[in-house]
């Protein structure tokens, strides 16, 4: 059974940086891509950023276009979503899904971590 662990959350000051982690157990990372989410309190889920299965395409909300960069290391079954210059507005819980491509497969999701931008 694969399960998704993130870590690298936590409180900022305006401007700074934080890197989220999305550790894929259980199953071979190659198989996914990974999208990063994030819902922020009385908002809806929306998606940050994708990478595909072997990180040839990459997208990202245009609300952090040239601040955050996602990345994979399928060696170590692990995503990251490095963010810089930071803003209020980008504090929600963060989510890491993993998707198979394959509709008729389910997908997966980590737990969330908090990500505080505050002064």
């Known amino acids: 059974q694969l399960h998704i662990v993130e870590s690298g959350g936590g409180l900022v000051q305006p401007g700074g940086s934080l890197n989220l982690t999305c550790l894929v157990v259980?199953?071979?990372?190659?198989?996914?891509?990974i999208e990063w989410f994030r819902q922020a309190p009385g908002k809806e889920r929306e998606g940050v950023s994708c990478i595909s299965s072997n990180g040839g395409s990459i997208t990202y909300a245009d609300s952090v276009k040239g601040r955050f960069t996602i990345s994979r290391d399928n060696a170590k079954n692990t995503v990251y979503l490095a963010m810089n210059s930071l803003k209020p507005e980008d504090t929600a819980v963060y989510y890491c899904?993993?998707?198979?491509?394959?509709?008729?497969?389910?997908?997966?999701w980590g737990q969330g971590i908090q990500v505080t931008v505050s002064s």
């Open positions: 899904n993993a998707d198979p491509y394959d509709p008729a497969a389910p997908d997966y």
């Open positions: 259980g199953y071979a990372l190659d198989f996914y891509k």
